[in-house]
């Protein structure tokens, strides 16, 4: 499946002495007809933020099999329906490049972090947001992308 524009719930249960507190998200998706439609407990890695101008991002290259480093170009106004417009960042066949890419679709089209940047964590309900830098070298055991409110679900 791709990506679906959607309105994210997110719903806190807090702890008691015998339960962790916990968080539950559910979006509201609208289907080809129109009609409104609703899933309870989505996991948090099927939903992410709309992608606006300058967000630093990775497309999808079917030549390479490989995902290029590119960023956000202008303002986007429904990417679902046309698309994202990017603009590459580094050196593509050994060349640079300022190649602008059109209409790209959202499921080509992914969150990158460079190696130093600033990040806003969600550790989990009892220990909330942390911030943190983005360390190349670290080792990770899992990897979430975080969500705001409007976004996209791919369920």
């Not at 417009?85 to 089209?109: F, H």
């Amino acid at each position: 499946n791709g990506w679906e524009p959607a309105l994210l719930h997110v719903t806190m249960m807090p702890g008691t002495l015998y339960r962790d507190p916990a968080v539950a998200y559910s979006v509201q998706i609208q289907d080809d007809c129109g009609r409104l439609q609703w899933r309870e407990n989505v996991s948090l890695d099927t939903f992410r933020a709309l992608f606006v101008d300058g967000d630093t991002v990775e497309v999808y290259s079917l030549r390479g099999d490989t995902w290029l480093p590119a960023r956000v170009e202008g303002n986007q106004s429904d990417p679902n329906l046309h698309g994202y417009n990017l603009k590459l960042e580094r050196e593509v066949d050994g060349s640079p490049s300022s190649r602008s890419i059109e209409k790209v679709s959202p499921a080509g089209v992914r969150r990158r972090f460079p190696h130093g940047t600033l990040v806003r964590c969600y550790i989990g309900p009892r220990d909330g947001w942390s911030y943190g830098k983005v360390d190349y070298s670290a080792q990770v055991d899992a990897v979430i992308e975080l969500a705001t409110v409007r976004g996209f679900c791919s369920l």
